[in-house]
Structures are given as structure tokens and as C-alpha cells.
């Protein structure tokens, strides 16, 4: 590791204020972040550590929809009465998020930050149509994940909590890779207040809507009718772990399972 400084500032105000400085970087479980560090891929400055901040934490019901803290952890979320009464497909998402020592550290706001590929929080936000709440506004969840590792998120600025609508129906389905648990290719369906959504994670740079896929199940809300839909192989990952074109079967294998666990 690089030398930089420590923060613990309470409040959301005066992390914003210490993130001011362009080298400083925000720290909420470090599941990530620390592993760079520890790598010497990123040299902050300083480090502002977002767990001490009372109003980043916390899962409440506001109207229809469920607001969850940035700094709540994904066993919180998995173990979370209110989310397995409203949307029980997060709550199974987050249950399968990594292993236990993952969910007890992870947060929800800094895996939706940090937007990697492979990432599943991304899915649900996306899939269920959630609004981001920052520091400084809201941002929809199609305006919100821009690319790899990129969100609409300026430097200073602070992800607060996400604002999940209460859907009607809701599944989430991924082929996972056996060592990381991290997305090889997964699927969130929802039918709702945000209408019919499907967002896909792990098999491309970003999470993104399959249109075709959502066009299918407005007509037809059934697993086969998802099964009819190809997704093109194009632009999709190719590692060690699997080609673009397994990812694009995947995709819809995904989708179907994700269709059937809505009901
Ligand atoms: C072995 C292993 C397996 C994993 N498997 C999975 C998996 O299967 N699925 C999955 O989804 N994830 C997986 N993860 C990732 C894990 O779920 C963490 O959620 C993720 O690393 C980021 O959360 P964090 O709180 O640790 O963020 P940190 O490491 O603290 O931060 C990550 C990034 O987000 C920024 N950031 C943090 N909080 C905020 C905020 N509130 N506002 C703005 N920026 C912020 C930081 O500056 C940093 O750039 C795995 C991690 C490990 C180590």
C-alpha cells in the first residue's frame, strides 16, 4: 500500500466536503477497495470511511417502494423482513452475493458504485427501475450505470440510499463462477409500477435492458416466451471463464429461469 490519509466524518456534509479534494476516494465495506490498495492499483490521498455515517444506514418502506441505505451490508438486505414481504427477489439476490465473510462486509452502496461487471446489485437496480439517491440529486437507473466501473456518480459525489418501487412480480436467476460466486451472466425480470423490465449483468461491459426480451413478456409474461428471444453475442465478455457466445446462451437460459422464479 501507498501512504494516504484516514477520515471518519459523521455526517454526509462533511464527507462530501473531505471528498473535495480529487485524490481522496470514499471507503464504505473495502471489499474492493482495499484489495487495490493492497495491490498498489490506486494511490488516494485519503481514504473517507462512510461507516460511521448514522443516516447511510438502515432498510425502511416508504409508500411503495423500499429504501435501502448505502451502507447497508447484503446480509442485511438478504435477512431483511421488510425486503423478503415486498420484493423477495433482492432478497435472494443478496443472499447469494459472494460468500458469508462477502455479505457481512460488502454494502449495497458500494457494490452499486463501484458497478462491476460481474456485480449483482446492479440487475435489481436496473431491473426493478430503482431511483439512486445522492448527495447532491436522484438519478434514475437508466441514466445511472454508464459503462465498466462507470456510474453517473461525480467524484465528490456521495450514493445515499436506492428507492426500489414495489413490483408486482420479480425474479432474479445467474450462472455463477464457482471460485468468486461473481456473475458469469444473470437476468432481473420485474412486471410493475416501472412496467416490464429485464436487465442483464456479467455478460457484458455494463449491465444493460434486453428490449427484445421485455417486448416478448409485455405480450406474454411466461418463461417460454423469453426462450423464443436470442441474444446476440456481439459486444458481450470473452475471458477465461467463457466465450461471448456461452454468455449469449446463457443470457436467455438466465431469463427464463428468472421469469419462472417471478411466477
Ligand atoms: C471474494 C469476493 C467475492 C465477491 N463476490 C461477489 C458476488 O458474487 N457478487 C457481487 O455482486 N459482488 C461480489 N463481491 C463484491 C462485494 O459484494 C462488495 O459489495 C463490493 O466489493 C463493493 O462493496 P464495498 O462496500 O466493499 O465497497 P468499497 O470497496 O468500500 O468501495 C468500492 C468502490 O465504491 C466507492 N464507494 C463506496 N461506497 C460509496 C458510496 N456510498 N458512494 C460513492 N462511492 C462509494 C469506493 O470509493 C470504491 O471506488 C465479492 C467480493 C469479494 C472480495
Not at 451502507?71 to 443472499?95: F, K, M, N, Q, W
Not at 426480451?213 to 411466461?222: R, V, Y
Not at 467463457?242 to 427464463?256: D, F, I, N
Request: glycine share 8%; with cysteine; proline share 5%.
Amino acid at each position: 500500500m501507498y501512504d494516504f490519509a484516514y477520515h471518519k466524518p459523521a455526517s454526509v456534509a462533511d464527507a462530501v466536503k473531505l471528498l473535495a479534494d480529487p485524490d481522496a476516494k470514499a471507503v464504505s465495506g473495502g471489499h474492493t477497495l482495499l484489495p487495490a490498495l493492497k495491490h498498489r492499483l490506486n494511490k488516494p490521498s485519503a481514504l473517507v470511511d462512510l461507516s460511521g455515517i448514522a443516516e447511510l444506514k438502515g432498510i425502511r418502506r416508504v409508500g411503495n417502494a423500499i429504501v435501502i441505505g448505502a451502507l447497508t451490508r447484503h446480509v442485511e438486505v438478504a435477512t431483511s423482513a421488510e425486503v423478503a414481504a415486498s420484493i423477495p427477489a433482492l432478497a435472494y439476490l443478496a443472499g447469494h452475493i459472494g460468500d458469508v465473510q462477502v455479505r457481512n462486509r460488502g454494502t449495497i452502496g458500494g457494490s452499486v458504485s463501484n458497478n462491476d461487471p460481474a456485480a449483482d446489485y446492479p440487475a435489481a437496480v436496473l431491473g426493478l427501475g430503482a431511483t439512486v439517491h445522492t448527495s447532491a440529486r436522484k438519478i434514475a437507473a437508466d441514466d445511472f450505470f454508464l459503462g465498466m466501473f462507470t456510474t453517473a456518480l461525480e467524484p465528490n459525489e456521495i450514493l445515499t440510499a436506492i428507492e426500489f418501487p414495489i413490483p408486482e412480480k420479480a425474479g432474479y436467476a445467474k450462472m455463477k463462477n464457482p471460485a468468486s460466486r461473481y456473475v458469469m451472466a444473470g437476468a432481473f425480470v420485474s412486471k410493475g409500477p416501472m412496467g416490464v423490465r429485464v436487465a442483464i449483468n456479467g455478460a457484458a461491459p455494463c449491465v444493460f435492458r434486453q428490449a427484445d426480451m421485455e417486448k416478448a413478456l409485455s405480450a406474454n409474461w411466461s418463461a417460454d416466451a423469453v426462450a423464443a428471444v436470442k441474444q446476440a453475442a456481439d459486444g458481450l465478455n470473452a475471458d477465461i471463464h467463457g466465450s461471448a457466445e456461452y454468455r449469449a446462451h446463457l443470457v436467455t437460459v438466465m431469463a427464463k429461469r428468472a421469469v419462472a422464479a417471478a411466477g
